[in-house]
Every structure is written in C-alpha cells, then in structure tokens.
C-alpha cells in the first residue's frame, strides 16, 4: 500500500514551523533529518513502501552503499519479497560484503526496536525513542548552526506527536505514525521543491560557485563520519577511503579559494595557481585522485563567465550541470555500472526510459537502475486493465460490442479493481468510452492492420524497444500511409502541449527503421475522451529524436544522474521521499 492509500481518519494537526525561529531553512517537513523519521515511520506503517525503506537505508544511522542497496533490491525483487523482508534474507547472501552485511543487520535492529514500540509506546514515548534510535539528538560533528537547525526539526516533530496525542487521547503510536505520513503527504504536495529562476549568467556563475561550496561543504562533513566508522573496520580498502576524504577537503579548499581570489586575477591563474599550492601537501595517491577529478572543468565554465565562456544554450547548461554534478557527487562509492540496463555495449531503452530521463535523471536512477519497487496506483491499474482489453478484442475473433464488454467485466475482476464510489465512477466511464470505441471502428476512414506491433532496432550502440497500440492503413491516401496509435487513459493534451513528444516521435523513427515504413503519422487516441490528437512529426524530427537517444544513452553510461526538481515533476514523483533534491 503505499501513503497515498493509507486512509486518514483523523484530521490533520496544522503543521507550523519551529516558533521564534524564521523560516530560513524552508518548511519542518522538508527539512533532511525530519524526513529521515518520516520515512522510518512510512516503511513501519507500510513495509512495501520500498521508496521509504530506501532513504532508511541510505541514511544514517545506517548508510548502505548505493551499489550494496541495488544488490538487496535485485535479491527482493527476484524472490518476490518486500523490501524488508528482502533484507533478512540478503544478511545471508554472499553477493553482499560483511560490511555491507552489517550494515543491514543494523536497519533490521533498528526495525525490530521500532516495530516493537509502535505497538506497546504511547504517541509521544514512541516518537521520542524513534528520534533516538535514529540519533537524529545527536549531531557532535555539525557546525553549531546546522546542529541547532537539525535538532529544532526533530524537536518540532515531538511536539507535533504531543499535539496529537493531546488531540487524540487514548491514540496509538501506530495512529500516530500513520497520522503523521499523511501530514507530511499533504504537506508535500504544498511545499514542492522550489523550481529555480533563471538568472543571469553572471549571477549564475557566483551562485552556482556558492551553492557548489555549501554542497561540498555537506558533503565532506557527512564523509567525515563516514570514513571515520569504517576505520574501525578490517577493511583492505582504508588508504583509499582516507585518501578520497582528503581530496574532498582539499578540493573544498579550492572552491573556497576560489571565490575569495583578489578580484584583479584571473580565474585561469588562480586555478594554477591554487592546484600548485594543494598538490604540494598531497601523498602521490592523493594528487592521483586529485588530478583526476572533474571539479576544475565545472569551475572553469562556472568561474569563467567573463573570460571563459557563458552556456549559450540548453544543452550547454545541461553539460555544465552534468560537470558540476560528477564535481560535488561523492566518489568513494564503487560505481552501478553492473546495474545499468545494458544490451551489449550499450542500453536497452524504450520511449518510457528515454521520457523519465528527460524529466529527471535520478528518477531514472531510481526506477530503473535501482529499480525502486512502487506499487501501482488506481489510475494505473485502470489503464493497463482498458489497454488489455482493447488488446484482447482485437486479437480475438468475435468484434461484437457484447464481447467487448464482457472482456472489460473479465479484466476488471482480474486486475483486483473493486467497488469503491471513485472505481465504480471509473467502471461506467470505461464501459460508456469502450461503447464509442467500439462505433467509431467502422467509420471507414482508416482501417486497423496491426495491434500491439513491437520493434526492436539498433541506434547507434543502443537497443530500443517498445510496442505501439495500433497501427491503421490510411483510408483515400494515393501512397500507402499509416497511422501510428498510442492509446491513453489520461486527460487529453493538446497538440501544442505535445509538442516536444518523444514517445510518437520514437515510434515513427521504429516505423522507419524496424519495419520500414516510410511514411507515417502519429496521434494519442485518449479513449475516455474519445478524442484523437495528432502529433506533428517534421522532416528533420526523426534525426532530432535519434541524437536525444543518444544523448540520453551517453548520460546514462557516464551515471550522469543529476536530479532536476521541479513543482510539477516532484509532486507526482513516487521516489520524493528518497529524493534528497526534494528537501530544504
Ligand atoms: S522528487 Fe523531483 S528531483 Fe527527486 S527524483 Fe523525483 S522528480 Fe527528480
């Protein structure tokens, strides 16, 4: 089940910011180290919430590594196991390093203190001893500041237990946990991520510069417990993580040296300058890392903005966002190349890979590098339950409206839709658009040839793949003509909104190159609409969506997954919670 479908019975306690303090550090249920309690109280509630078990792992006091965490994934998911139950069994797995092992045993500790107090504390002793098993009280490494931040947001989120139980005497903990996912659900989906402005490029350059600084700041520090633990551990690999903690120092020196250069020298001087000054202090291991590091690239089109040279484009902000997120991302962590969805040298993509990259390139990471388990919704299980029917009809003999219908009853029992008011709502809708569908095939000015025709071609290193709905033989056209159809279950977009499309414009290029049909055209067939909407694919187009391709395959074999939050992105995404872009 996953929060949206945990059924809130109590109303919402308000949600107000720490009092006396203003609002510098954006709203409570936003803040990191809330999240993390929120996340542990979502994976209690709801063990298949494998997005919240995620962010448990991820961060402290656990901290699994990111190739360890795709491992445990991949073993769920071959055993059909929730993510919890998962990771008991992964604790045997010799695919998983001791310390990786151990880390997992930590979370299943944790886990079992957690789930034992949900159902024996009070609201308030359980919110408490849960802030304190996650020692979310204890911050010795933190500047005062961030320390003083973190602990007024897991103290605001006591008093917001107390509120309730004061609201709700005689609630369990377990109400409590439940009571305050959906809190933080509403929540969310007031206070997205903010989308940021576009500035100017010079103001850019400095902010960028400032917010590379604080991130690597965050960074190092996080990184200073990290390799602190795991000097405890018989570990052949301890050089190395002490020389990467040092190289993330000595890189944060620069940034800062950077910005506080005297303004008469040059950018380019000063970055001799100040890499001659730190390759003196460094081990030769250490110069290795250093050398090799892609910071200096990031700086030199951040820094350079009078002297260098300003991104003039898109693709230019993309690969400079791309340079600064390969810069600030930790790099002790051994890489998820083995995770990628390779087909040979390259990727298997389809349309829908391409379009989540597009949207995020860590929501790609999430849903198929990890591969993130999440539960489908209602409007999704309705869709796939309309798509197979129409799939069905047309592969069967009989094309009588009864039939039609009857498939639709079959496929409803069988994709577990039931009878609530919204799916009963949804039932007639279905049924009314399926009787439309089913007249409008005999208007005769297209004829239906293929049905869920699947493609397979090479680009470039890559294979893509992906099936398209129907295919119609154009009615009155002098040359053989087609039509391309993708069948929706959403609201109707318009043809100006669909303008960018990559999915239609991805089928008309496999027309192309998989069954060598030169000319066709495209339309979204929004059956619960009835309405067609064709999209326009130009000459040049095909050419146009082949270098997307390519340039998301290229992105996706560097691990180039910088997240790209947005207002009306983030708030649908069911990776928020493990998203740590979705946080102030
Ligand atoms: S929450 Fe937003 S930034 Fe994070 S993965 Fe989802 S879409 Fe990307």
Redesign the pocket.
């Known amino acids: 089940m996953t929060v949206s479908r945990i059924v809130p019975e109590i109303a919402p306690v308000r949600v107000a910011e720490p009092t006396g303090r203003k609002r510098r550090d954006g709203p409570l249920l936003e803040r990191p180290e809330v999240r993390d309690v929120l996340a542990w109280l979502r994976l209690l509630v709801d063990p298949q919430d494998a997005a919240a078990v995620v962010r448990a792992l991820g961060r402290p006091p656990i901290e699994l590594r990111q190739v360890h965490l795709a491992r445990v994934i991949q073993l769920a998911r071959r055993r059909r196991l929730d993510l919890v139950s998962g990771l008991s069994t992964a604790t045997e797995s010799p695919q998983l390093p001791p310390e990786a092992r151990e880390r997992i045993q930590r979370f299943l500790a944790v886990h079992e203190s957690a789930c034992a107090g949900l159902d024996v504390l009070s609201p308030e002793a359980f919110i408490a001893s849960l802030i304190d098993l996650l020692g979310q009280r204890a911050y010795p490494l933190l500047a005062p500041e961030d320390a003083a931040e973190r602990r007024a947001g897991v103290e605001r989120l006591h008093e917001l237990a107390l509120e309730f139980a004061r609201s709700q005497p005689g609630a369990s903990a377990r109400e409590l946990a439940r009571h305050l996912v959906m809190v933080a659900s509403v929540s969310g989906h007031e206070a997205q991520?903010g989308e940021r402005a576009a500035p100017e490029w010079d103001e850019l350059a400095h902010g960028e510069l400032q917010a590379t600084l604080q991130l690597m700041r965050q960074e190092v520090s996080a990184s200073v417990a990290r390799i602190g633990e795991r000097l405890g551990e018989l570990r052949l690999d301890t050089d190395l993580d002490i020389s990467h903690g040092v190289v993330r120092y000595l890189e944060l020196l620069k940034v800062a040296a950077m910005l506080q250069r005297p303004s008469e020298q040059s950018m380019a001087d000063a970055l001799g300058d100040i890499n001659a000054r730190l390759l003196a202090a460094a081990t030769p291991l250490q110069r290795e890392i250093f050398e090799t590091s892609p910071l200096d690239d990031a700086l030199r089109s951040a820094f350079g903005a009078a002297d260098v040279q300003a991104p003039g484009d898109e693709a230019d902000a993309r690969r400079y966002a791309r340079a600064r997120a390969h810069a600030i991302a930790p790099r002790e962590g051994p890489s998820l190349g083995t995770f990628l969805p390779r087909k040979g040298v390259g990727l298997a993509l389809s349309a829908s890979d391409i379009e989540t990259y597009l949207?995020?390139p860590?929501?790609y990471k999430?849903a198929r590098v990890l591969r993130i388990p999440i539960e489908q919704t209602l409007h999704q299980r309705f869709g796939i339950a309309v798509h197979q029917v129409l799939e069905r009809f047309h592969a069967g003999g009989d094309q009588t409206m009864a039939w039609m219908l009857e498939l639709f009853d079959d496929g409803w029992r069988r994709s577990g839709l039931g009878n609530s008011a919204r799916e009963r709502r949804l039932r007639e809708k279905a049924r009314a658009a399926l009787t439309r569908y089913h007249a409008r095939l005999s208007d005769g000015s297209s004829r239906p040839v293929w049905f869920e025709r699947s493609f397979s071609f090479r680009l470039g290193p890559h294979h893509v793949r992906g099936r398209v709905d129907r295919v119609d033989r154009l009615a009155g056209e002098a040359e053989e003509r087609y039509e391309l159809i993708d069948y929706k279950t959403s609201r109707p977009k318009t043809a100006a909104q669909l303008k960018d499309d990559v999915q239609l414009s991805l089928y008309a290029l496999a027309a192309r190159a998989a069954w060598q049909l030169e000319s066709s055209r495209q339309a979204y067939y929004y059956v619960l609409d009835d309405r067609k909407v064709p999209v326009p694919v130009g000459g040049g187009e095909p050419d146009k969506i082949a270098d997307t391709v390519l340039e998301v395959g290229e992105g996706i074999l560097a691990q180039e997954f910088e997240?790209?939050?947005?207002r009306a992105?983030?708030s649908i995404?069911d990776?928020?919670i493990a998203?740590p872009?979705?946080e102030t």
Not at 563 to 566: E, H
């Open positions: 991520p949207s995020c860590l929501k999430f997240p790209t939050p947005s992105r983030c995404c990776y928020r998203c872009a979705a």
